[in-house]
């Protein structure tokens, strides 16, 4: 089996997961909870397993090289990022509806990785510009940070849609964790992603600056980069200094998802540098 | 702190712009595309190269000023917060905490606070142990000084910023096409048009490009050569990615291209031969002598030892035989004094090719290296390499801000000001523990530490 049929199986298993979380939540059935959470675990795992092949094969290819440079490895390693994180906060909160809107978000990456035809699965090699030992450290603290950010989203959401019952008399948002839990957790899901995205527009940079001579072009993709990064230190600055909690914080983590999402996909679609993302 | 969100959003909104309009392009262009007036009216605000516009520099400026002016009025405040001796510590405020673990002990007072006080100062920077009414309490408290973590990261913005101004002022970012086996000792500059003379010269030997069998590019190479007072200093193969740097110019991988074919043909024809004048040898195979006879293309040669007539049809970059490419040849006709004419091939990397014909006279071309010929590179393509060169002494300065940015957000975000508070108080014959702590930041893992330590502390008393 290759990795890209392996990578597609992970997709519906994701996609199962993502099936099993909602309706865990919906009809309020723990156990099935626990298996989602499961089938999460498994879907993790192929991911995993995966990327490693794709790895190894690429190197079997002769033209080894991480599994982070184009569209297609970087949807599947962002699933995978995703899912780490998501199975270390419910872990750690033992909450599972917060599956219910994280998981469906690897699912999609996965799905869209896989079946769009736009995208190329091939083991593709190394043109000149991403032969870099930055390559691995600039992917992988960028998709930390995206990952960091989806998940804050998707609390996000958990907590407007909490907000619409504020008695807490329908069953549906019962089972979220409190609007505190909520709205700290997304702070600090922001706050990993910040970090995280600073350290890659910062690896960028430098390597920007051993690849095409200067550590900022106001290329779109950079400056796609520092306006998300703006939105979330506006965030920050607005929770820290302000106080600023709840609903106007939701709605930011919204908007910065929002540019996350156009750094990442949107700015395929405008002229610049970094068009090796794109298919 | 109104305004630097103001502020921050603006640029973030504005930042739009130029990504949606490309920069820096020809007017030309933006003329056909936005039609005269949104042209007069986007040049006018400079739209087209707006990360450099007066009010695009003014947004960052502004927004750098703000953050030094609010850092430094917040900063007194914070100082005094941060270098104390003594931190202050006021019980009620602890005891106010709804937040509390609590436990209850047999042991004495005196027992509890024998064991707790080292216990607590091995885990915190500062503890120091207070009377009082019914009993102790123990106060302690770290990360203090993290407070001052979001000015790192404020002083690293102008630190960045800084950088970038060394940058602009006494760097320059130029770029440069030189033919292989050309040298320059001059870039013209990006955006500003105009040439920028260097302490010495580029010379570039070669250029090669290789591809994947998919026919993506492989690798992009250039030989270069740095010339001091036309003597080479400094050699080295650049590739994209790794530059050369000499004297704090950096020299990129950039572009390429291929010289106009004309061009090409007249510097491998001419460069050789003057003139387009070619020497041939013949071999006469009867008496073994050789001749060398000069010629252009196209003028008909009587060969000696009246064996016929040759004339040389035309020069071909890459001759094939057999399907093999080998190189650049002369096409040549032949025609034998009794005998019909035949097609010569004459490459020039293989003097020995016309033997294997077995005619009368062997014929090649005089004064041809035999090495210089690789079938992955057609020595006819005449490269020329695109370098980018650059000057940049901020670099180090933005580095730095890099460091510190880093550095900053780890303590702002991941690090707090952590205060803990463990009251006991004598309730009846035992003792009542009770544990009470404060974060400035992340409040939820506070919690979960008081949570620890209550438990950490009681199963410290339990056995003994």
New interface residues.
Partial sequence: MDNTTILSIVTFVYGLAAFLYVASWVFKKPLVGKLASWVAVTGFIGNSVGIIMRWVESYRLG?GHAPLSNMYESLIFFAWTLVLIYLIIERKYKNLVIGAFATPFAFLAMAYASLSPNISDRI??L???L??NWLIAHVITCFFGYAAFAIAFGLSLMYLLKQKDPDNKSKLFSLFPNSF?LD??TH?MV??G??FL??GI?TG???A????????T?D?KE??S??TW??Y??ML??R???GWRGKRIAYLSVIGFTAVLFTYFG?NY???LHSYGGG | MKLTVVLLLSIAVTSIIGTVIPQNENPAAYFREYGEFFYQLFSMLGIFDMYHSWWFQLLILCLTLNIVVCSIERLSTTWKIVFVNNPPFNISRFRKLSQKESFNSGHKLEDLRNTYEPFIARRFRYSRVERTDQGFCIFAEKGRWTRLGVYAIHLSVVILLIGGLIGSVFGFAGYVNIPEGEKVDTVRLRNVDTIEKLDFEISCEDFDVSFYPNGAPKEYRSSLTILEGGKPVYKKDIVVNDPLRYKGINIFQSSYGQMPSDAARKRKVQGKDTQNEILLNFTSKKTGTAYQVKTVVGKPIDIPEQIGQFVIVAYKKSALFGGQDIGEAYVGKLTPKDGNTVDILLPLHFPQFDKMRKGAVVISVAGQETETFRPDKKPDIWYYTGLQVTKDPGVWVVYTGFIVIIIGCYITFFMSHQRLCVDVNKSGKNSKVIVTGTANKNKLGMENKIKRMARQLEDLVKEG
């Fill in positions: 033209i593709q090699p043109i000149p510009a032969k870099s839990t700290e957790l600090q706050v990993f910040y970090l600073s350290v910062i940079a430098v390597w600056n051993s690849a095409w001579g200067s550590y900022w106001w779109p400056t796609w520092l306006i703006f939105v230190s506006t600055h607005a820290m200094m302000r700015v405008l002229p610049g």
